[in-house]
């Protein structure tokens, strides 16, 4: 029974892995060709799918690899559970700085762009990883059960082989007072505030009748800003249910001395992977120009070549429409200087349908004479 629980958790990361990269290549491509989402808050969007790719990517082997409890060297391990933790915490403070942005967006709507720059997003983003790293990598500085294994085996080894398990390197006063009071339920109750409040302004605003005009049509801005607002908060609600259960775990078990069934441990790490596989569909489901770019990928990268042929030439023939189509009515000669300048004449007619057409056609409209042009010159 538990061979079978452990392969079919295995095969669940796998696909897991499988989604979360290729769901979040896709929003990164989507940010890439669609200039309309090269937006400050789709910058901090795209360090959180980077940070899911690498969960994909990184995370999950390495998960597997400690499922199945391999003999490694303590430290081995320990920089192994700690990538996991600096990526969770690069998350977190991803979807903070999406939140601070929003909230600037509505709050100061008019000074906003000259306040968050794309240069300060930038710096944000490098803020944001390098903070992840200092917390995720502290157990590397000592917080860690070196001091427990070398009890426990009556030797000074100071790097000893243990079985790479997370709760036999890392240990549940970190995970618990650290991690979880310190750089995880802090951030999610201040975006919780943040987006409280931003709905209150957005309500405020659109139920204002005085509304100011800074803008061409401002109901039609803050509706705007309301559904984005509600499809970033379902991905925070989403994180949030993924990532919950398994810090109430190691809460139980710290305060509990109590270890939890192995298939509830499975369940809420299955929980917290897959939270990296979902940002993408709740993307596509809510943001339509990421339901666009993703389209436009997968009609132009993934359909037969036949189609993206016909794809290209109808778009060609609409960019030769949109230089400007020559109109229906007679084209009039056009004055430069003294002299008129004549519209070409057309080089594609149709044939004639009647005798009578081709008659006309054929029998000259004027008769030019140049002889007195030649007398005049030769005089």
């Not at 499922?67 to 403070?93: D, K, N, R």
């Not at 983003?125 to 995720?136: Q, R, Y």
Request: net charge positive; glycine share 4%.
């Amino acid at each position: 029974m538990a061979d079978g629980v452990s392969w079919l958790y295995i095969c669940m990361e796998v696909l897991i892995a499988v989604a979360s990269v290729i769901g979040n290549v896709m929003v990164v491509w989507a940010v890439k060709i669609n200039k309309s989402l090269r937006d400050t808050t789709f910058c901090f969007v795209v360090s959180l799918a980077v940070a899911d790719i690498a969960v994909g990517a990184l995370v999950i082997p390495l998960a597997i690899t400690v499922s199945i409890g391999l003999e490694t060297h303590f430290y081995s391990c320990l920089l192994s559970t700690c990538i996991m933790l600096v990526l969770t915490q690069s998350s977190i403070l991803a979807l903070l700085a999406i939140a601070i942005d929003r909230y600037l967006r509505v709050k100061i709507p008019t000074r906003y762009k000259r306040v968050v720059t794309s240069q300060r997003a930038a710096l944000a983003v490098v803020v944001c990883w390098t903070v992840a790293f200092i917390v995720g990598l502290t157990p590397m500085l000592g917080w860690n059960k070196l001091k427990e294994h070398q009890q426990q085996n009556g030797s000074n080894s100071s790097n000893p082989i243990v079985t790479c398990k997370f709760e036999e390197v890392i240990g549940m006063d970190y995970m618990v007072y650290f991690n979880f009071f310190g750089w995880v339920l802090p951030p999610l109750l201040l975006m919780l505030v943040i987006y409280i409040e931003i709905f209150y302004m957005i309500h405020k605003q659109l139920n204002n009748k005085k509304i100011t005009s800074s803008y061409s049509d401002p109901n039609k801005y803050y509706d705007k800003e309301l559904n984005l607002a509600k499809s970033l908060v379902l991905v925070l609600v989403l994180f949030a249910i993924s990532w919950l259960p398994l810090h109430i775990i190691n809460c139980i078990t710290l305060f509990c001395k109590s270890a939890a069934p192995q298939v509830l441990l499975y369940i809420s790490i299955l929980l917290t992977h897959g939270n990296s596989a979902v940002n993408p569909i709740v993307y596509a489901f809510r943001i339509k120009k990421f339901r666009t770019a993703f389209h436009k990928i997968l009609q132009q990268y993934f359909c037969c070549k036949k189609t993206q042929m016909l794809d290209f030439q109808q778009s060609d023939r609409k960019d030769m429409t949109n230089m400007g189509p020559p109109s229906s009515s007679p084209q009039q000669p056009t004055h430069i200087g003294d002299f008129k300048s004549y519209p070409p004449l057309e080089l594609q007619q149709q044939p004639p349908q009647t005798l009578q057409e081709e008659q006309k056609i054929k029998t000259p409209q004027q008769t030019y004479n140049f002889s007195h042009f030649t007398e005049q010159n030769a005089s």
